[in-house]
């Protein structure tokens, strides 16, 4: 997270602390609402890590429809 957070300083995109303050590592979308779980690791390349997704673009969580 702190590689993440740093790339977004250096790219010059506005990071508040009081939100920084409250970002958690858990991420939620391996939960289902039936109760199984996917643990399935994704291919980070041989830097081990991947690249960081466009901040400004929407997260595929806001297509959902509830």
């Given at each position: 997270?702190?590689?993440?957070?740093?790339?977004?300083?250096?790219d010059?995109?506005?990071?508040?602390?009081?939100?920084v303050?409250?970002?958690?590592?858990?991420?939620?979308?391996?939960l289902?609402v039936?109760?199984?779980?996917?643990?399935?690791?994704?291919?980070?390349?041989?830097?081990?890590?991947?690249?960081?997704?466009?901040?400004?673009?929407?997260?595929?969580?806001?297509?959902?429809?509830?």
């Amino acid at each position: 997270m702190d590689r993440a957070l740093d790339q977004l300083k250096a790219d010059g995109y506005p990071l508040a602390e009081e939100d920084v303050a409250r970002l958690s590592p858990f991420v939620r979308q391996h939960l289902n609402v039936i109760g199984t779980y996917s643990f399935a690791q994704p291919d980070l390349g041989p830097a081990g890590v991947r690249k960081l997704r466009d901040p400004d673009e929407p997260d595929w969580e806001d297509d959902v429809i509830l």
